[in-house]
């Protein structure tokens, strides 16, 4: 293992363990005022999945609590933005949201990958296993 590997998987163990004492947040709310920090700056030490969603969206509210739960089992391996579409009219029309929900991987400060619908737990799964 080279020396940046080692250092990402130091700094992961550390998320880790910052979760499971309670001390880290794997769910946050973002929107536009605070999209930069909560989620472009974070992205540069711990991979952030952006679920833009709407409260009148019933797919959203499908794959919201599917979205919820993985973030917990995946205990810090990830965070979870939640981003409603009327709070972030310009970050949704930055990263070219037609259809919610949707959802984005930041990492390092750029979309790694992305999905649109509501996929099946198993599904979101793999999609996160292949890409965090």
Known sequence: MDELGRIKKKKLEELRKKMEAGKMETEIKVDDTN????VM?????VPVIVDFWAEWC???RVL???LEKLAKEYKGRFVLAKANVGSTKIKANEYSVMSIPNVKLFKN???????IGALPEAQVKEWLDKNI
């Open 35 to 38: 999209f930069e920090t909560r």
């Open 58 to 60: 019933m797919p959203c």
């Open 64 to 66: 919201g609590p599917t």
């Open 41 to 45: 700056e974070r992205s540069k030490t």
């Open 109 to 115: 400060g750029k979309v790694a990958d992305e999905f």
